[in-house]
């Protein structure tokens, strides 16, 4: 029997490729696959729980669910993904409307979810997470000349503050035929831009024992038809020689690192279970502007991580002044359950982590606002993402500017430039972390 399948997609973009495995599954199956719960015979809501925001998230949109159910305009709710995988015995106590759960390791066993659940069971599958299937068909979702590849599932790195190995397993690297054999397909349907993801990209391969690394997958991407290959995240403690090597001399990898770097006090990092110090960082992040002199780097950062004094907020502070990353992601420490973290003496208060939050997004805005500035009368190549029609221009990034998390190019233009072309525009303005600009013919 074919039933209306609806799919909403919460969190990271490797959660997003998990919803399409699952939406080709439906596919498949003779379902009909839709993004608007509105009168579907079946809801499927892939969560994300990592840290209490995140959880917050996801609550409010299976309640939001919950009500489209309660107005007979959705028939069932199966709740997938992280939060499943964490809060199952919660999510059946306090969330009656939730029909069914899947968890990390049964995004494969969908069809049957939706079969049963439509048959008036209440489905639960909970397979091996460190076991769970990787491989397979995607419906993406994402505009046409943009989507990921994730090369890995999981994480071995036993960070102090994170539950992801309790969710994801142990870190499992896909094969590189099965990788290229996806990526070849993406190549040929268009896609132009290209973005490795995984939790750790960094360690791809090593798990595997036959010398596959990262260095060997990205050279055979390099040889398909895409214009941009973008990475998401290297640790900064498995960046190589010779990776840098290869980052700088191909030409499709654009120069924009994701390095989740977390702190710079020692003394922190040791207590995050971190691998790196201070010292190895600004080596590296020297090397890198060595190899490449317009590396954009981004980071991810924790503020109030138990033991963290003034002292040590102000380390920070410092080594970001000194080392002006263009862009970065600032985040409150997240006590959660499990983690050994969450056990830790010396556990900040709250509004004070919170206002060392503000003070490093104040401080990181003034640095990307002067690189912003730095870039006015130069003209940069831009993926164009369409006619934005509120601002009245057009819209894309360059090659700083990730999907989502980082700024944009607003630009005029004489003629029609369609979405998903490059094209190089001469910078003349800058705003709100947004660039502005004209085409340059």
């Not at 998230?57 to 069932?76: H, N, V, Y």
């Not at 076991?131 to 890995?152: H, N």
């Not at 502007?289 to 040590?312: H, K, N, Q, W, Y």
Request: charged fraction near 25%.
């Amino acid at each position: 029997m074919s039933y209306r399948v609806a799919f909403q997609s919460l969190g990271c973009a490797k959660n997003l490729v998990n919803t399409e495995q699952m939406m080709a599954l439906c596919r498949e199956a003779g379902f009909a696959v839709t993004g608007d719960p509105d009168g579907a015979d079946v809801a499927v809501l892939n969560t994300c729980g990592f840290i209490e925001t995140a959880k917050s998230e996801a609550i409010d949109a299976i309640l939001e669910l919950a009500a489209l159910k309660s107005a007979g305009k959705l028939k069932k709710l199966l709740v997938a993904g992280c939060l499943s995988q964490r809060y199952p015995d919660d999510i059946r106590a306090e969330l009656p409307e939730v029909d069914g759960l899947l968890g990390t390791g049964s995004y494969t066993d969908v069809v049957s979810a939706v079969e049963r659940v439509m048959a008036g069971e209440r489905p639960e599958y909970f397979g091996e997470i460190a076991q769970a299937y990787d491989d397979g068909g995607r419906w993406v979702t994402t505009p046409p000349w943009t989507t990921y590849l994730k090369i890995a599932e999981g994480c071995s790195n036993g960070c102090a503050f994170c539950v992801i190995p309790k969710l994801r397993g142990r870190y499992r690297s896909r094969s590189m035929a099965a990788l290229l054999e996806e990526a070849r397909g993406l190549a040929d349907s268009g896609v132009k831009e290209l973005i490795v993801i995984a939790q750790d990209i960094t360690r791809y391969g090593l798990d595997l024992g036959d010398g596959t690394t990262l260095t060997r997958l990205l050279t055979e991407l390099c040889r398909l038809d895409f214009h941009w290959i973008r990475l998401h995240y290297l640790y900064p403690e498995a960046v190589t020689d010779q990776l840098i090597e290869v980052i700088a001399r191909e030409k499709k990898i654009v120069h924009y690192l994701d390095i989740p770097i977390q702190h710079a006090n020692d003394g922190i990092l040791r207590a995050m279970r971190r691998r790196s110090t201070r010292a190895e960082i600004e080596t590296l992040f020297a090397k890198l502007r060595a190899a490449m002199p317009d590396v954009v780097i981004r980071t991810s950062l924790i503020c109030g991580l138990p033991g963290e004094g003034e002292a040590e907020f102000e380390e920070l502070c410092g080594f970001l002044r000194e080392q002006k990353l263009q862009r970065a992601g600032v985040f409150q420490f997240s006590p959660e359950e499990g983690t050994l973290a969450a056990a830790m003496d010396g556990q900040v208060d709250p509004e004070t982590a919170a206002r060392r939050v503000e003070l490093v997004v104040d401080l990181q805005s003034r640095i990307m606002d002067q690189y912003n500035e730095d870039r006015l009368g130069t003209c940069i190549e831009v993926l164009c993402e369409g006619f934005d029609s509120e601002a009245g221009c057009y819209a894309g990034r360059t090659y700083a500017d990730s999907v989502d998390i980082d700024g944009r190019v607003l630009f005029t233009a004489a003629g029609v430039v369609p979405a998903g072309e490059f094209v190089w525009v001469r910078i003349t303005g800058a705003s709100g972390g947004d660039l502005m600009g004209e085409i340059e013919e």
